[in-house]
């Protein structure tokens, strides 16, 4: 299987480019960054500056894609430059990849993304799911993690107090509500490129699942 890895040098999309070089059930990764990566020899890393509009490539032609591309209110600096990251980047991906066959979309979502949310962070990621869900794809999971527990470049302090808090409440916390590791919604995200066809989701429940075997 050819796979795609967007977003490969954030928390999650790290640890999939990590995990997926060691599984020999892809014979090619494709990960484009805005810097060059150190990969190991099957990665292909295209470095572009990901402007829009997308300029076509060969690259994007593969069987799936793991997105994990998103910023923060903060670091974009304003609602508009967040919804052209979360958003319109996402979707203009989504659209490369599925014009050059891309057959299998698995995005890393949000727990509580919803289209008709108050939340401009909530409604954006849910504008994304319904994008995505409507373009053809024969498979497209859509993955809801809750607090993403992992070591981040930048500062964070919200995220960070949130995830103390939700660490010293997990027994009385609902499974789908407690912080859940990079590492294993990497893992949840690579389990997804195979599987029926249709639109499915996963949250924290379905991520800490055992892995399941390569067809």
């Not at 999939?16 to 892809?26: E, H, P, T």
């Amino acid at each position: 299987m050819k796979l795609m890895i967007l977003g490969a040098t954030g928390a999650v999309g790290s640890q999939v480019l990590n995990q997926a070089s060691k599984d020999s059930w892809f014979e090619t990764i494709v990960a484009p960054t805005r810097r060059p990566l150190a990969t190991p020899g099957q990665v292909h890393n295209p470095v572009t500056p990901f402007d829009l509009p997308l300029p076509p490539a060969d690259w994007w032609a593969v069987d799936a894609v793991i997105c994990c591309l998103g910023t923060t209110l903060k670091q974009a600096g304003s609602k508009q430059a967040f919804y052209r990251v979360d958003h319109d980047l996402v979707i203009a991906c989504a659209e490369q990849a599925r014009a050059a066959g891309a057959r299998v979309f698995v995005l890393n979502s949000s727990l509580g993304a919803n289209e008709k949310s108050r939340s401009f962070y909530l409604q954006t990621k849910g504008e994304v799911e319904s994008a995505v869900a409507r373009m053809g794809f024969e498979r497209v999971v859509l993955a809801r993690p809750s607090l993403i527990d992992a070591e981040r470049e930048e500062s964070r302090p919200a995220e960070k107090l949130g995830l103390i808090t939700s660490r010293l409440l997990a027994p009385v916390i609902p499974k789908r509500y407690r912080p859940v590791s990079a590492a294993t919604i990497a893992a949840a995200l690579l389990r997804e490129v195979t599987g029926e066809p249709g639109v499915s989701y996963l949250d924290n429940s379905a991520m800490t699942l055992m892995p399941k075997d390569h067809p």
